[in-house]
């Protein structure tokens, strides 16, 4: 689950950049490894997530109702594992998406 708010450079341009920053949610669950004949199992703790973004909308239609989006969002999240052994590990995923977008007005 993420809620982002983002501040727009350029609207009513052709090309709408904007940057934003991003807070979630992470919803994480548990993992199994197996080395050298030994499973361990380990249980992933849920956090709060933070992160950056940025992007571009490039309106189209008749009044712009429709836009094609894109963008870059990097995510900050550091959890622990506990299991058979204690410990941290930092996710930090790097998000691409594309897609089209209708506003409401």
């Known amino acids: 689950m993420l809620l982002s708010l983002n501040y727009h450079f ?3 341009k052709r090309a709408d950049f904007f940057l934003g920053t ?3 949610y992470a ?3 548990d993992a199994t490894f197996n080395t050298l004949g030994t499973t361990f199992k380990e249980n992933f703790e849920d956090h709060l997530t933070y992160g950056l973004g940025l ?3 490039v309106p189209f239609g008749a009044e ?3 836009a094609f989006t894109a963008g870059v969002r990097q995510l900050f999240l550091r959890t ?3 299991g058979a052994s204690d410990f941290s590990v930092d ?3 790097f998000i691409a998406t594309a897609g089209f977008a209708f506003r409401f007005r």
Do not use: Q, R, W
């Open 55 to 57: 992007g571009v909308d």
């Open 22 to 24: 991003s807070i979630g």
């Open 80 to 82: 622990e594992a506990k």
């Open 91 to 93: 996710v930090d995923p």
């Open 10 to 12: 350029t609207p009513g």
């Open 27 to 29: 919803f994480l669950g």
């Open 64 to 66: 712009h109702n429709y």
